[in-house]
């Protein structure tokens, strides 16, 4: 017998925050589909996911729970492997960043690249952000000075630091991307690292001295590797690579005939050339193809907490069934593009696609079957209409679509085309009317056939969609009698006989949208207005202190913000705050007030505002800025 082929799947490491909402979620689930088509159709498939654990975010929310930072990941790893659990993915492996095998490698990468020359001991001077562990150049950052990731002030720093040096392999990864056109995809995302490598690539500052909640470097571990260098690490360490077992590194990656990274457009840099030029570095083939897809979007743009309007995939799950979320995902997502996730959107195609199109097509037959046949069906021996010629053709043009998205990852593409075939099959029915050849004692062997016909369909649909909806297209199989099959078996016409199920329940029930969005209106207000208990830790997360107004002006062209110079301890910032209709500039000027220090600053009409006001508010009274009298900027809020 030959060797299996073998396939590769990785997502993304998530960070240990904890907080997996159906935007992320969406990497683990099409990778999920990718690997059970990989599965189907043979193939030897190794499938991993993980965690990224290290570095000072973690290590601050972990202190702010009153946890030790392993403790922390832990919990977060558990929680975590859990919900991929309810998700029905099925992974081969769960690696955690701060796990002895994923550290030992990374540290004898570092060694083996310092080694090697590649990465070197330098000095770092320039601007660092403390929040996002990250150094910038003085023309990456916002005009102000400010980080431009999150838009907190940074600090100059000049301390010792390693270096991996990008600069060598500048050359060789472009000409690698140019001799592998198929390397990064789609295209367009291709362009963008192209473009972004030939403007040049700096040095990589890869090691950090200011905390110490990540993988030390062995031969000096005053330092910590950079979080991205441990993270990207994990695609190999968890194969074995530079570990006494390392036959999955070389039966998956060296001898493997497919490696897949999937990920979003976000990280697109760290995959495309810090990695790729880590393993030139190390001299391992870069034997990845990258994936790279968009983001899930409300209506209203990017989900965030701030807003309330991020979704949980067990929000979705619980009222709708998983197979809904996983298919609504994968079948709005194209490779590359964003998709957006709404409720109405979201029942409408459930409605349609699910409970209409499939779930009826499946209901119908198999009580047709059951009606006209007692349930069974057997392969005819001649053709009887134009249709049922038609109908093949159809499944046989859907299954290539079919096969080619699905092997390219354009599940997207892949779930239309097998739609193709329910919309055509649904079609069928219609115009061969199995109600009228049953009134007709002449036409059982022809009714047999259109029964023949939708069965197999129905067959092949729900082999195709097993990736993606794998739980549904069990049920379906069961109730054409069938057990679960391979893609040997996407043939039209090789089912000799079956006996269908007696009784079908309806895989998706048709959902009440304006109830729906009633119910999910009410929810939202419920949750705007509930706000959640919280520890003492959370309230120890702000920073509440007292501000003396220095200056004050109007916000040109913006009639309810002032913007306002305010002294911190010794600290002066700018803060722009909406109470122009309650106080004019010069009353507020040499006012102690209280407000927040450690809100994320942002850019409001085009000043940075780095803080907030604290107001009292009332129906029918004025808004009044709380103030002290007594106590200075200086003085902290208890
Ligand atoms: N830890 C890094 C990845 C290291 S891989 C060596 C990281 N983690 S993350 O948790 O922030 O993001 C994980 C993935 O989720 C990324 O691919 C990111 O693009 C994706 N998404 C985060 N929000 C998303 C949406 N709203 N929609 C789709 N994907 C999104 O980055």
Redesign the pocket.
């Given at each position: 017998m030959s060797k299996k082929k073998t396939c590769y799947v990785t997502t993304?490491?998530?960070?240990a925050s904890g907080n997996v909402h159906i935007?992320?979620s969406?990497?683990t689930l099409a990778c999920d589909a990718f690997v059970r088509f990989n599965r189907l159709r043979g193939r030897d498939t190794f499938y991993l996911t993980g965690m990224?654990e290290h570095g000072q975010k973690i290590e601050n929310a972990a202190k702010s729970l009153g946890r030790a930072p392993q403790e922390h990941v832990n919990i977060i790893a558990e929680e975590t492997k859990a919900l991929w659990k309810e998700l029905n993915i099925d992974f081969d492996d769960f690696i955690q960043t701060s796990e002895e095998r994923h550290v030992l490698v990374v540290q004898k990468i570092f060694e083996k690249l310092l080694k090697s020359g590649d990465i070197y001991l330098g000095k770092y001077e320039g601007d660092y952000c403390v929040y996002d562990e990250a150094f910038f150049t003085k023309t990456q950052l916002n005009s102000d000075g400010t980080c431009p990731d999150c838009g907190r002030p940074t600090t100059k720093v000049q301390e010792e630091c390693y270096f991996l040096n990008l600069k060598k392999y500048q050359q060789k990864l472009l000409d690698y991307i140019r001799e592998n056109p198929d390397f990064i995809q789609p295209e367009t995302r291709k362009n963008e690292v192209v473009s972004f490598v030939e403007r040049g690539l700096e040095d990589l500052a890869i090691s950090r001295t200011t905390f110490k909640w990540g993988v030390p470097v062995l031969s000096n571990p005053r330092h910590v590797v950079y979080v991205w260098i441990d993270?990207?690490s994990?695609y190999i360490s968890a194969l074995g690579y530079l570990a006494e077992d390392d036959s999955k590194f070389k039966k998956y990656w060296l001898e493997g005939d497919e490696v897949v990274h999937v990920?979003?457009?976000?990280?697109l840099r760290f995959h495309a050339v810090y990695w790729p030029i880590m393993l030139l570095a190390l001299g391992v083939p870069i034997r990845f193809k990258l994936y790279v897809h968009g983001?899930?979007l409300m209506k209203e743009g990017k989900?965030s907490k701030s807003k309330g309007n991020v979704i949980y995939p067990r929000d979705v799950i619980n009222r709708y069934g998983l197979d809904s979320l996983r298919y609504y995902l994968l079948r709005e997502m194209p490779l590359g593009n964003d998709c957006i996730f709404s409720y109405d959107k979201f029942i409408e195609k459930y409605n349609v696609d699910l409970a209409n199109d499939l779930g009826n097509l499946v209901s119908r037959t198999i009580s047709m079957i059951n009606k006209y046949f007692k349930g069974v069906v057997i392969r005819p021996k001649k053709t009887y209409f134009s249709e049922d010629e038609d109908l093949r053709k159809v499944a046989e043009a859907s299954i290539a679509a079919y096969l080619e998205a699905f092997e390219n990852f354009r599940l997207q593409n892949g779930i239309i085309a097998v739609w193709n075939l329910v919309n055509r099959s649904n079609k069928y029915i219609d115009e061969t009317t199995p109600w009228l050849l049953f009134k007709d004692e002449t036409k059982r062997e022809a009714l047999n056939s259109v029964m023949y016909h939708l069965f197999e369909s129905i067959r092949l649909i729900a082999l195709m969609i097993a990736p993606v909806i794998p739980d549904s297209a069990e049920i379906i199989f069961k109730e054409l009698g069938l057990d679960r099959e391979d893609f040997s078996a996407l043939k039209f016409g090789i089912t000799a006989e079956s006996k269908v199920a007696e009784k079908v329940k309806p895989l998706f029930q048709r959902l009440d949208l304006e109830a729906e969005m009633k119910y999910h209106e009410a929810k939202n207000e419920e949750e705007l207005q509930t706000k959640p208990e919280i520890t003492i830790e959370d309230f120890n997360k702000l920073d509440l202190r007292i501000g003396e107004i220095l200056a004050a002006e109007k916000v040109k062209a913006a009639t309810k913000l002032l913007l306002l110079k305010v002294k911190i301890d010794e600290e002066i910032r700018t803060i722009v705050s909406g109470i122009a209709e309650y106080y004019r500039p010069e009353e507020l000027v040499g006012k102690k007030v209280a407000l927040i220090a450690n809100l994320k600053p942002v850019k409001i009409k085009g000043h940075l505002s780095q803080g907030m006001l604290l107001c009292a508010e009332g129906e029918g009274k004025p808004l009044e800025i709380l103030e002290v009298f007594k106590n200075d900027s200086k003085s902290r809020i208890l």
């Open positions: 993304p490491i998530y960070y935007g992320n969406y990497t990224d993270a990207l994990n990920i979003g457009k976000d990280i983001w899930v989900m």
